[in-house]
């Protein structure tokens, strides 16, 4: 049973990924929005809902191997404070970290140590430059003793975890319904009880695993299983539903259905298939980097 006791104990409030930073002007339930399509906007939407802002991070270490290809850490906060005040509803932003699965630190060449090092430098760089900001502090690591190694180097540069908002947990994504995943878990609560945790990409068999120690988690996943499904009925118009909010709406709901009350958070009631809004792209949005995205493909992480 979970211990009541803990901190992540408790419902866990869930952000739907979305490749379509446009739903924020139309949904009302969570999103989770990449700084990689949201600043290709040269009109940003006014948020209906709260959100919170990825990074990019698992795309640009993917593809570059690095950050230099990425805006600045100056740069990068300067977009997030036009997030903040044009768009509104900004739960908090992640850091420009490093992922630290081993075919990303195979293309860096770096350790896992030194990914480490620059996920805590670039979040305290970005607390330095732009302190009215809601930057989160993100644990990287691969291994369970990796992350309570991280946890040492925020303790060792003066950051107190516990009381940040919340605190990310990356490069679980991928096996996000393992054990070991879930060991990542209690190796950071061990570390710092009473830190409240936020799983990159973890999802139905995570939440149920682990759920009660996360505050909140987020998912894509949706996307690319709309990709192998026909279109929901009604849904005439596309050839799947990877890019359709009556689907992603449908998906969320069937998770947080499927969990126990500890664990799923209060949902947003959705409303009737019927009366859900048609969700459009406005006339000057780029083109979605959906197809053969690796962001995607990983729901941001």
């Keep these: 049973m979970p211990d009541p006791r803990r901190a992540g104990a408790g419902p866990v409030r869930f952000f739907l990924g979305t490749h379509h930073p446009h739903w924020l002007r139309h949904l009302t339930v969570p999103l989770f929005v990449s700084d990689r399509t ?5 009109t940003l939407p006014v948020a209906t809902c709260p959100w919170a802002l990825d ?7 993917s593809t570059h191997g690095s950050w230099a290809h990425g805006p600045s850490p100056r740069a990068y906060a300067d977009r997030v404070r036009r997030y903040r ?3 509104g509803n900004l739960a908090w932003a992640a850091p420009q970290d490093w992922m630290c699965e081993p075919f990303i630190t195979a293309i860096t060449g770096l350790s896992v140590a030194e990914h480490q090092r620059r996920t805590v430098q670039n979040y305290l760089t970005l607390t330095t430059i732009a302190p009215d900001l809601p930057f989160i502090p993100v644990l990287q690591g691969f291994a369970p003793p990796d992350y ?3 946890v040492r180097r925020y303790q060792d540069a003066g950051v107190d975890l516990t009381t940040c908002p919340v605190v990310g947990v990356g490069s ?6 393992t054990a070991e995943a879930a060991e990542v878990i209690a190796t950071i609560r061990d570390a710092v009880p009473g830190v409240r945790l936020h799983g990159f990409g973890v999802k139905s068999t995570g939440l149920r695993r682990y759920g009660h120690e996360l505050s909140s988690s987020d998912s894509l996943a949706w996307s690319m299983a709309a990709r192998r499904e026909a279109p929901l009925p009604g849904c005439d118009r596309h050839a799947s539903c990877a890019n359709c909010p009556r689907y992603a709406l449908r998906w969320r709901d069937n998770l947080l259905s499927s969990l126990s009350p500890n664990t799923a958070g209060p949902t947003v009631p959705v409303r009737s298939e019927s009366r859900i809004p048609t969700v459009r792209a406005p006339k000057q949005r780029p083109r979605s980097p959906l197809h053969g995205s690796s962001q995607v493909r990983h729901a941001l992480r």
Excluded: H, K, P
């Design 148 to 150: 309570g190694a991280c």
């Design 38 to 42: 949201l600043r290709r906007y040269r």
């Design 85 to 87: 005040d044009q768009i």
């Design 55 to 61: 990074s990019g991070g698992f795309t640009e270490l």
């Design 172 to 177: 679980v994504c991928r096996r996000q319904g």
